[in-house]
């Protein structure tokens, strides 16, 4: 089992930066896929980004291709991601998971056991 804890978010201006961070526990933080996804109020969740549990591969959403970055720190067990040139339409509530069953780069919710209590970002025209 592994429990997820986001930070970093924030309100920042369109076209600023923001790196939101992950912390997991457990021993076996590198066996899981990993995954950002982000939820407007009363919408459905979406997916933003996966990497696998090496690192090796990242997968995105079309929508932040070129501006998101993906990555995680096995030895510190935390997963990131950048946010570069935000635009207001990148408002929402963002969130980590995990999953040890789930495809490689799976972008459905549904393949993710684990869920932090996510942190919203807001980005202000």
């Known amino acids: 089992q592994v429990q997820l804890v986001e930070s970093g978010g924030g309100l920042v201006q369109a076209g600023g930066s923001l790196t939101l961070s992950c912390a997991a526990s457990?021993?076996?933080?590198?066996?899981?896929?990993l995954g950002w996804f982000r939820q407007a109020p009363g919408k459905e969740r979406e997916f933003v980004a996966a990497i696998s549990g090496g690192g090796m591969y990242s997968y995105y959403a079309d929508s932040v291709k070129g501006r998101f970055t993906i990555s995680r720190d096995n030895a510190k067990n935390t997963l990131y991601l950048q946010m570069k040139s935000l635009k207001p339409e990148d408002t929402f509530v963002y969130y980590c998971?995990?999953?040890?069953?789930?495809?490689?780069?799976?972008?459905?919710?549904?393949?993710?056991?684990?869920w932090g209590q996510g942190t919203q970002v807001t980005v202000s025209s």
């Open positions: 998971a995990a999953t040890s069953f789930g495809r490689l780069g799976s972008s459905s919710p549904r393949e993710y056991e684990y």
């Open positions: 457990g021993r076996t933080f590198s066996s899981y896929r």
